[in-house]
């Protein structure tokens, strides 16, 4: 059985029926056409399907939809503001390190939440905050790249 909740999804509340086993990446994928969180391994063990949830990056395949009414959801097409797209995003542009772009939301997410708690971090620190997250394409350098290049702002 269906329930009526309201999710808050990139500053923005939206009602959407959701059955209780749903979840958060279903909800974003399927019902809002927020395609940009991706599912990869399905069992929270990838970071493809990281979205930030009250700044914090997290799994949206092991959460369920209806447990994050009333909180704030960012997914990758929420750091885009006025047009113009986030740092991070054009850090991870130009220093290369999106490849097949599978891993970029998720790893992007993951990036800007460390960020936001450790503004300038050692290449150390970096590799350590996007441990969870798999890349197949980049070997990560570059990716740890971008994450320096924006910290160093």
Do not use: W
């Not at 959407?16 to 399927?30: D, F, G, K, S, Y």
């Not at 599912?39 to 994050?68: H, Q």
Request: charged fraction near 25%; include cysteine.
């Amino acid at each position: 059985m269906k329930k009526e909740i309201i999710l808050k999804v990139n500053g923005e509340e939206r009602e959407v029926a959701v059955e209780p086993r749903q979840t958060l990446l279903e909800i974003l994928r399927n019902d809002m056409g927020l395609t940009g969180t991706k599912e990869g391994c399905g069992n929270g063990n990838c970071g493809t399907c990281t979205v930030l949830l009250d700044g914090k990056a997290v799994s949206s395949c092991l959460i369920l939809a209806i447990e994050v009414e009333g909180q704030e959801i960012t997914t990758i097409e929420g750091l885009a503001k006025a047009g113009e797209i986030h740092l991070l995003q054009k850090a991870f542009i130009e220093e290369g390190a999106i490849q097949c772009g599978f891993c970029s939301p998720g790893m992007i997410l993951t990036a800007k939440a460390f960020l936001d708690v450790n503004p300038h971090p050692t290449e150390a620190e970096a590799r350590q905050a996007i441990s969870g997250n798999l890349c197949r394409c980049t070997g990560y350098d570059k990716i740890v790249r971008a994450i320096l290049k924006v910290g160093a702002n």
